[in-house]
Every structure is written in C-alpha cells, then in structure tokens.
C-alpha cells in the first residue's frame, strides 16, 4: 500500500524538512527522512528485480520503506556521499560515481511517483541561462547578464554597465537556511577587482548590472500558490551577506509581487515544470520588479520561521495528494 512522502535531504537540514514531516504527520501520513549523504555509509539501499519487477528497500537504523509503500517524494535535497576521508583518491572517486549511480538507479523506480520537483525539470530549471531565456519569454524584466571565464569580456561589461556590476555562483551550494557550507554569496565587483580576474581560469561566473534596490523579494512558490517575504538591504548585493558587524540586522516583512510580476511567474514555474521554486526579485526604487533567478531547493524556512507563511502545509498538500485520492 503506497502510504509513505519520501524526503530526500541530507543530515545537516534542519526546521524545513522537520515542519514537513509534521505538517504531514497532523494529516494522518507517514514520511520517510533518506539522508542522502548519510548513503552508503550509515544507509542501505537493495534495488532488485525478484522477477515481476523492479523493487528496492531502504533501511536507516530501525526504519524500512519499501518502493511499494512511497506514494510521493519531496526532493529536498540530494547530496554527496560523506565517505571516509582516508580512502585513497583515485578510489574516493570511483565510490561517488558508484554511490550516485546506486542512488539514483533507486529513485528512478519512482518515476510514476509525485515529485516535488521531478529530478529532470529540477536538473534542467537550475541551469541560469535557461531560467533568464524562458523568464525573457514569459515578460519579466531582467538584468544585464554575462557569463564567462574570459577576464576581458568581464572588463567590457564593466565598462558598458558603467561600473555598477555584481558577481555571483552559477549553483547554489549553500545546505540549510542557515547558509552553512561553502558559499560565496553575490558581491558588488569593484575597479580594483578588475586586475585580481586569474580565478576565472579555474572557475566562470555570472556578472550581472547592479539593479538599483528599494527592496528584495524571496517568493517561493507552491503549486501555483506564492509566499513572499520582504527584505529592505539597498546598499547590499545579496541580502544573505552579514555584511560588516555593526550593520543593523536585516528582518524580514510581509510582502507580494505585484499581479503581473505574479501572473509571469506562473507561467515561468510551468514553463520548468516546477511544483516549487524559491524566487529572487529586486523591487527597484521606481517600483519595477526585476527577475534574478529561480532556485528549484531554495530556502523557505526563514519565511515561515519569521513572517508564520504556512509554507510546509501547502508542501505537505502538495505530497498527500496522491493519498487523499485514493
């Protein structure tokens, strides 16, 4: 009997995936957490076909799901293995790629499942040029954008964005809403940067124009539904970054995208295939709203944490559906 979410996270993700799981848990359904990085370690995953067909068995200490029982999965997060440090290089790799492909032979026997979001539509909706190319199409404003490796080009584009230009990751490599990990958040590029660009040559980036701020906008984005909240950083280029310590705190307010803002990214979300989507926009101080980007996993947390959205009940809606169907 399909009666079990799957939540695919990894072992640092915390309050998100906690109010999902108990959002559910006051519907009457069962979720199963799969630390994806906690796999092969900590994790076993049996994939076998017996004879009618493919099937495969999750255990995680005491807890077991089957592929039989999983009615939908919530593709939270899918992470790296944590392997054993000692592991001789050349063997290090070859353990990734046969845990990944381990994994994902798995969570393909679930392809006729619910997915928040499908791992196809997730994958292709991260590529940054393909969300500003259907964003254009759909009629949201966007910022002057350039992507490469080449220190000149990086050089003419300050130039033809008059020096107002800020730089940024292709992915997002941030693991909670805390942003613990690796990161490098968006930074304004200033004149002196300009001759420090030999990292290119190891790692391209995305330079956009500085869009003048009155406000940014996470929007996350629900099955159709929006959940906004409101953060007032004109002087920064990512709201995400502490800045210096004497900054004031930056708090969150109520918000909503303005109805056409809101009407193009529906059909932005469709156009990806995504069931959620955390949204980037700028609100200028004339008042136009500015697409930066759509993460397919970005943060919500701090949205229902701070402003009370009920973002995980509307997540939850989403993953008990094929339960409340049947």
């Known amino acids: 009997m399909r009666d079990t979410v ?16 108990a959002a559910l848990s006051r519907r009457g ?5 799969l630390d994806t990085d906690a796999f092969p ?25 089957h592929t039989d029982e999983i009615a939908s999965v919530w593709a939270r997060r899918l992470w790296p293995p944590r392997l054993d440090a000692d592991l001789d290089p050349q063997h290090l790799a070859t353990c ?23 791992m196809e539509a997730d994958r292709q909706a991260s ?64 004149a002196e940067d300009l001759d420090a660009l030999d990292d290119l040559g190891h790692c391209p ?13 996470r929007v996350a984005m629900v099955d159709g539904d929006a959940f906004t909240g409101l953060i007032r950083a004109p002087d920064r280029a990512d709201w995400r970054d502490v800045g210096d310590e004497a900054d004031a705190p930056l708090a969150w307010e109520h918000g909503a995208p303005q109805p056409a803002t809101l009407d193009a990214l529906r ?12 949204v980037d926009l700028v609100r200028t101080p004339d008042g136009r709203e500015v697409f930066l980007e759509v993460n397919p996993g970005g943060e919500w947390g701090m949205l ?5 959205l009920p973002i995980s009940e509307r997540l939850a809606a989403c993953l008990a559906r094929p339960l409340e169907r049947s």
């Not at 156009?271 to 955390?278: P, T």
Request: charged fraction near 25%; hydrophobic fraction near 40%.
């Open 205 to 217: 980036m995305v330079f956009q124009e500085a869009v003048p701020k009155e406000a940014e906008l």
């Open 127 to 190: 590529c940054k040029l393909r969300q500003l190319r259907i964003a254009r199409d759909v009629g949201l404003p966007l910022p002057r954008t350039c992507v490469t490796n080449d220190p000149a080009r990086v050089r003419r584009f300050w130039d033809e964005v008059e020096g107002r230009m800020v730089a940024k990751m292709l992915t997002a490599v941030c693991t909670n809403m805390a942003g613990d990990g690796p990161v490098v958040h968006t930074h304004h590029v200033l």
């Open 6 to 21: 799957l939540l695919l996270t990894h072992s640092g993700d915390l309050f998100t995936i906690d109010r999902v799981a």
């Open 304 to 308: 229902e944490r701070d402003l009370d």
């Open 29 to 33: 359904v069962r979720s199963f957490r």
């Open 41 to 65: 370690a900590r994790v076993h995953i049996t994939s076998e076909d017996p004879g009618p067909g493919l099937r495969a068995r999750v255990t995680d200490g005491d807890a077991t799901v």
């Open 96 to 118: 990734v790629q046969e845990t990944r492909a381990a994994l994902y032979g798995f969570l393909s026997i679930l392809d006729d499942r619910p997915w928040v979001n499908p």
């Open 267 to 278: 059909r932005l979300m469709d156009r990806l295939g995504l069931v959620y989507g955390g």
